[in-house]
């Protein structure tokens, strides 16, 4: 019963062998159904005999998308080094020009990829915003053999979403969405898609994990499946066993570019919220905060006095932004947005994008171990402005000078103008200069740089090296193994570090 590599499929006599291992197992769990004690109450299932009357009721919903884009890509052929004076000079002159010339021209370039109707009479179509991103032409090629010209309305780079609409003479065969959260890991899941090129295909797999993050994107919630994907099926649907949209295929995971069984889809819960706005305003309207925050460690959340490592910690504030105006602080921690829990730092951007523009919702916090409670009106997001970004990591390096006070590994000095000259530190920095760091140390652990600048020690602000010595002696003396650090870098972005005291 060995599945074909090549191709993902599983032969006819492997899949009649698979059924027959469920019938004797079903047989054999009916024989012995007196003995309670042996045999469980139910036996295992195989998955579905068969998808196909599902994918032909879906499949003349998913259409393949093909765009035409015009590049003026230049490739200069660079010439050969003659010797002064080569007969060949005027020849080579001649071809080496009409070669770059014939380059410079503008050329069409095509590509494809997936995408489903959700609205047939208005023409609605979902697709990802990198197989549109930059097109001249947008055409939807339908399972019938019709092509029409697309039209986009909107798209996101963020979520990689976009939303196009074609003019059809008649109604079109649409899909509905269906709910994502509801969605478990092991339940069977269909793809259908324009894989390389080759027209509606289809492939079947399970949920393999839940809310991935991949780093494409702030949002990112990916469903995880091992059905098939390859290039070519990215904006196409990722159906549950009711023929509902649970996901957008969107990303793979492949060394040589085809399926290895990791496929990323968008939720549908996700994809819903920004397809409306698309459709509505032609663009996203998310909220913002006006945070700048950063993973709460298990170093980080000790130095703080939780009991765990949980929620957003706020590494920088817009003073002029929702959470400068209501009041919330860097060192802040993030643990409730609107009544939602954040249990770790990445859910706080979905959650904020996700909240009605101009909404006054609670914020719960913890500020020095205590919890607090604020209320923050929630704005507009512009697409200039990160919010709830990473801080930055800082890692400008500096040349190693001896220094007043040696601390963790670091050798700090007072913040003068020739320490703000030498690291181009900006006027509105205040505190201590790290001006050098040593070797091994656990401040080099947590990549703290010469030019960085401790602007709090444990929520206290400090601004002699003697106030940082005094503080982590402080915290040594109550039993803390690591020190929070505010730091800043020379363009005034902070970030937190929790560095270990006992590196001492």
């Given at each position: 019963?060995?599945?074909?590599?090549?191709?993902g499929?599983?032969?006819?006599?492997?899949?009649?062998?698979?059924?027959?291992?469920?019938?004797?197992a079903?047989?054999?769990?009916?024989?012995?159904?007196?003995?309670?004690t042996k045999?469980?109450?139910?036996?295992?299932?195989?998955?579905?005999?068969?998808?196909?009357?599902?994918?032909?009721?879906?499949?003349?919903?998913v259409?393949?998308?093909?765009?035409t884009?015009?590049?003026?890509?230049?490739?200069?052929?660079?010439?050969?080094?003659?010797?002064?004076?080569s007969?060949?000079?005027?020849?080579?002159?001649?071809?080496?020009?009409?070669?770059?010339?014939?380059?410079?021209?503008?050329?069409?370039?095509?590509s494809?990829?997936?995408?489903?109707?959700?609205?047939?009479?208005?023409?609605?179509?979902?697709?990802?915003?990198?197989?549109?991103?930059?097109?001249?032409?947008?055409?939807?090629?339908?399972?019938d053999?019709?092509?029409?010209?697309?039209?986009?309305?909107?798209?996101?780079?963020?979520?990689?979403?976009?939303?196009?609409?074609?003019?059809?003479?008649?109604?079109?065969?649409?899909?509905?969405?269906?709910?994502s959260d509801?969605?478990?890991v092991?339940?069977w899941?269909?793809a259908?898609?324009?894989?390389?090129?080759?027209?509606?295909?289809?492939?079947?797999?399970?949920?393999?994990?839940?809310?991935?993050?991949?780093?494409?994107?702030?949002?990112?919630?990916?469903?995880?499946t091992?059905?098939?994907i390859?290039?070519?099926?990215?904006?196409?649907?990722?159906?549950?066993m009711?023929?509902?949209?649970?996901?957008?295929?969107?990303?793979?995971?492949s060394?040589?570019?085809?399926?290895?069984?990791?496929?990323f889809?968008?939720?549908?819960?996700?994809a819903q919220?920004?397809?409306?706005?698309?459709?509505?305003?032609g663009?996203?309207?998310?909220?913002w905060?006006?945070?700048?925050?950063?993973?709460?460690?298990d170093?980080?959340?000790?130095?703080?006095?939780?009991?765990?490592?949980?929620?957003a910690?706020?590494?920088?504030?817009d003073?002029?932004?929702?959470a400068?105006v209501?009041?919330?602080?860097?060192?802040?921690?993030i643990?409730?947005?609107?009544?939602?829990?954040?249990?770790?730092?990445?859910?706080?951007?979905?959650?904020?994008?996700?909240?009605?523009?101009?909404?006054?919702?609670?914020?719960?916090?913890?500020?020095?171990?205590?919890?607090?409670?604020?209320?923050?009106?929630?704005?507009?997001l512009?697409?200039?402005?990160?919010d709830?970004?990473?801080?930055?990591?800082?890692?400008?390096?500096?040349?190693?000078?001896?220094?007043v006070t040696?601390?963790?590994?670091?050798?700090l000095s007072?913040?003068?103008?020739?320490?703000r000259?030498?690291?181009?530190?900006?006027?509105?920095?205040?505190?201590?200069?790290?001006?050098?760091?040593?070797?091994?140390?656990a401040?080099?652990?947590?990549?703290?740089?010469a030019?960085?600048?401790?602007v709090?020690?444990?929520?206290?602000?400090?601004?002699?090296?003697?106030?940082?010595?005094?503080?982590?002696?402080?915290l040594?003396?109550?039993?803390?193994r690591?020190?929070?650090?505010l730091?800043?870098?020379?363009?005034?972005?902070?970030?937190?570090?929790?560095?270990?005291?006992?590196?001492?």
């Open positions: 019963m060995a599945l074909n590599v090549r191709t499929f599983m032969p006819r006599n492997s899949l009649a062998a698979l059924m027959a291992l469920a019938m004797g079903s047989l054999a769990a009916g024989a012995c159904a007196q003995d309670a045999t469980p109450a139910s036996v295992p299932t195989y998955g579905p005999a068969s998808v196909a009357d599902l994918a032909e009721n879906l499949l003349d919903a259409v393949n998308i093909s765009t884009q015009t590049v003026a890509a230049r490739r200069s052929v660079p010439m050969p080094q003659l010797p002064e004076g007969p060949f000079q005027e020849f080579f002159d001649e071809f080496f020009n009409r070669q770059n010339k014939d380059q410079d021209q503008p050329r069409r370039v095509q494809l990829g997936s995408g489903f109707v959700i609205d047939g009479k208005k023409g609605i179509i979902i697709t990802n915003n990198h197989v549109i991103e930059g097109a001249d032409e947008i055409t939807a090629n339908f399972n053999g019709t092509k029409l010209t697309a039209k986009l309305i909107g798209s996101d780079k963020k979520t990689d979403l976009a939303v196009l609409k074609v003019e059809p003479e008649k109604e079109l065969k649409a899909v509905s969405f269906g709910d509801k969605s478990r092991g339940d899941v269909m259908i898609g324009n894989p390389f090129g080759l027209g509606g295909t289809v492939t079947v797999g399970i949920v393999s994990a839940r809310n991935r993050d991949i780093n494409s994107g702030p949002y990112d919630n990916f469903i995880q091992d059905a098939a390859n290039r070519g099926n990215s904006g196409g649907p990722l159906f549950d009711h023929g509902n949209v649970i996901g957008i295929n969107t990303a793979i995971i060394p040589s570019g085809g399926s290895i069984g990791i496929g889809a968008i939720p549908s819960d996700t919220h920004v397809i409306a706005q698309l459709q509505q305003f663009e996203t309207r998310r909220g905060l006006g945070v700048r925050i950063q993973q709460v460690t170093e980080i959340a000790e130095s703080l006095g939780m009991d765990r490592a949980r929620g910690l706020v590494a920088g504030v003073d002029a932004g929702p400068g209501a009041g919330i602080e860097p060192g802040d921690v643990v409730s947005f609107d009544g939602k829990d954040v249990p770790e730092m990445r859910e706080l951007p979905r959650i904020v994008a996700d909240t009605q523009i101009g909404k006054e919702v609670d914020v719960v916090l913890l500020r020095k171990g205590k919890e607090k409670d604020l209320k923050v009106t929630v704005g507009l512009k697409e200039s402005e990160e709830a970004s990473a801080a930055d990591d800082g890692t400008d390096k500096g040349e190693v000078q001896p220094a040696s601390v963790l590994g670091m050798q007072a913040l003068d103008d020739a320490g000259e030498k690291y181009k530190i900006g006027e509105d920095v205040k505190g201590v200069l790290v001006d050098g760091v040593e070797s091994g140390s401040a080099e652990e947590k990549r703290v740089v030019g960085d600048v401790i709090e020690v444990a929520q206290e602000p400090v601004e002699k090296p003697e106030d940082v010595a005094k503080q982590i002696a402080n040594k003396k109550e039993g803390r690591t020190a929070l650090l730091l800043s870098n020379p363009n005034g972005e902070l970030r937190f570090v929790a560095v270990r005291t006992e590196a001492e």
